[in-house]
């Protein structure tokens, strides 16, 4: 049975750095690829990026200049890392498996259940 | 980026067939994929690949469409299918996803 469960502080103060983990279980890091994704109250969801099973990283653009993929694949942990956070990153932050169907389509069919994430003082 | 426009609401009553629209700004081929989420729940996976109903999904959901027009169709809709439906594209980087279609029933 595949899990995914996200960690780290509820509350951080602006300019300071984020730090969460996903614990996986369920599934090998070194052959699964694991992406970071996050919503705003209310709002919509943006993906920040991933790390794939061979360790590579793809980040998105919006916030490629303060993050930072990395995983422990003996932990099965994948952790983000974010710095000069600011009040707009206030938002539940989600890791989920990325699946890839027979026309390189990817796709995300396990999710954590989520962690929010206040930037605030 | 790819920009993803969803209708932002629809009320339907239960027993009839809804369906929910989204429109890539560029052409995203069959990179399509649908997701329900309800309040305080992560979001679950529906459809992949445009038309490809998930395992576990009943098959009351389908979806259709290619290049930058795509639909998903709830036929019929249930009291529990009340939520909020995002689709995302992955055709383009990077991905994104619309601002999400909230079902509600009358």
Known sequence: QVQL????????????TLS???TVSGLSLTSN??????????????????????GGTDYNSATK?????????????????????????TAMY????IERDGYYHDYFDYWGQGVMVTVSS | DTVLTQSPALAVSPGERVTISCRASESVSTGMHWYQQ??????????????NLES?????FSGSGSGTDFTLTIDPVEADDTATYFCQQSW??????????KLELK
């Open chain 2, 92 to 101: 383009n980087d990077p991905y994104t996803f619309g601002a999400g279609t």
């Open chain 1, 65 to 89: 200049s303060r993050l930072s993929i990395s995983r422990d694949t003996s932990k099965s942990q994948v952790f983000l890392k974010m710095n000069s956070l600011q009040t707009e990153d």
């Open chain 1, 33 to 54: 690829s694991v992406s970071w994704i996050r919503q705003p109250p209310g709002k919509g969801l943006e993906w920040m990026g991933v790390i794939w099973s061979d």
């Open chain 1, 20 to 22: 969460l983990t996903c």
């Open chain 2, 38 to 51: 309800k309040p305080g729940q992560q979001p679950k996976l529906l459809i992949y690949g445009a038309s």
């Open chain 1, 5 to 16: 469960k996200e960690s780290g502080p509820g509350l951080v103060q602006p300019s300071q």
């Open chain 2, 56 to 60: 576990g999904v009943p098959a009351r």
């Open chain 1, 94 to 97: 989600f890791c989920a498996r």
